[in-house]
Structures are given as C-alpha cells and as structure tokens.
C-alpha cells in the first residue's frame, strides 16, 4: 500500500493559463474524490468517481473545471482559464466501496498546492 | 443539509496536558463520524472514525473520541500531549456510499514546551 499520490505538488501559474494535476489512488479502490482546501478552511468536495464513471459534481465545479478518470485508476483534475480565485490546495482521496451506503472510509493524498498570479 | 461545526479556531496547551477538540455536527440520519489531522503544507492523514457499535472509538497516536447522538457531538481527546501533535484537526461527518464528507473549518493545536 503505497497511498495516495499526487502531482504536482506544487504549481504556479499565471492567470488565464490552464492546469492539470493528476491522482493516482491506491491500487485497488474502486472511489476517487476531489476536494479543494482553501486558507484557514476545511476541505471542500468537488466530484467524486466511482470506477470510470463520474457520479456526482459539486456546484464548486464551474465549466471551467473538468476531471477525468479514464481506465478507474488514476484520475486528472483540469482548470482552464485560471483566475486567482483558484489559488487552493487541490486534494484527492480514494476509498474502497462496497456499494450501497457502505461505511468507507476515504484516504487522502498530500495535495497540490496552486498558486495563480 | 449536513454541517459540522469545530467552535475552537485555534487552542494552545502545554506539553504532558490533557487535550479536548470539540466537533458538533447536523446530519438528518446516523451519521458516520472522521477526524483527521493535517500538518502544513499536508494532505490529511485520519486518525480515527465512528461508524456503529461502541460510542468511544480508539485512533492512531493515543487520540480518541466519542459520539454522544443526545448532543450531537464527536469530540476528540488524548490524555497526555506532545509537541508532534502540532497541527490542524478536522472533524468530518458522511453519509457514507457515493457521497462526499462535509469538513469542520479546523481547530489548530498549537502545543507549548
């Protein structure tokens, strides 16, 4: 069990530019999740995949966010056109679900921190 | 909708004193209870979790917490601190399933010599 990967773990990038972060999440969990953290707050949910399919999206994720998971392994988070206020910690986690309302618990990696000038 | 609530932004204690992080949710069902605990510039590493059974539940690095449902409360506690247990605490609640965790804002525990 190598956890939850992330990279980069850190990315600067000028306004108006696109991102993109990749996950890789344990080998063998079947849920993907992304979370934004900003400043002095806690995580915040984005989407969440189970397997290849993306099943929920948060109202966080504007049009200009969009993710991928394209074989169920690892997943991309991409940002285009990024303002300041995308300035945030970006985490993954992944889980193991059962199906239906398991009690799964979530692991997570240690983010990519963007920085948007 | 569901919430959680951490009251103590940031809390100091001295090395060897006892620790109480306080952590109030709302959730319409039987919640499933987390805390996590994460050091700067860190993703979040979890230190223990409620799902069924037993109300006080034991974690990783001496913390545990207990679920009190009549206050609607998971508060977390280790008897004796140490100065590795600098960092931000958050408190999360879950439906469980396909369904993301709600985060508290975090406590930062900040521990004196």
């Known amino acids: 069990d190598t956890g939850v990967s992330q990279n980069p773990r850190h990315k600067i990038t000028k306004r108006g530019q696109n991102v993109t972060f990749r996950c890789d999440p344990i080998s063998e969990h079947n849920r993907l999740y992304w979370y934004r953290q900003t400043l002095g707050q806690g995580p915040e949910f984005l989407t969440y995949?189970?397997?290849?399919?993306?099943?929920?999206k948060s109202r966080l994720l504007s049009d200009r966010f969009s993710a991928e998971r394209p074989k169920g392994s690892f997943s991309t988070l991409e940002i285009q056109r990024t303002e300041q206020g995308d300035s945030a910690m970006y985490l993954c986690?992944?889980?193991?679900?059962?199906?239906?309302?398991?009690?799964?618990?979530?692991?997570f990696g240690p983010g990519t921190r963007l920085t948007v000038l | 909708a569901q919430s959680v609530t951490q009251p103590d932004i940031h809390i100091t204690v001295s090395e060897g004193a006892s620790l109480e992080l306080r952590c109030n949710y709302s959730?319409?069902?039987?919640?499933?209870l987390f805390w996590y605990v994460q050091s700067p510039g860190q993703g979040l590493q979890l230190l223990l979790k409620y799902f069924s059974g037993d109300t006080l539940v034991q974690g990783i690095k001496g913390f545990e917490a207990e679920f009190k449902r009549s206050q609607s409360s998971f508060n977390l506690r280790k008897p004796s601190v140490h100065w590795s247990d600098a960092a931000e605490y958050f408190c999360a609640v879950g439906p469980g399933g396909r369904r993301a965790l709600t985060f508290g804002s975090g406590t930062r525990l900040q521990v004196q010599p």
């Open positions: 995949f189970q397997n290849e399919a993306q099943l929920e």
């Open positions: 959730y319409g069902a039987t919640p499933y």
């Open positions: 986690a992944s889980s193991l679900g059962r199906g239906g309302r398991s009690a799964d618990t979530q692991y």
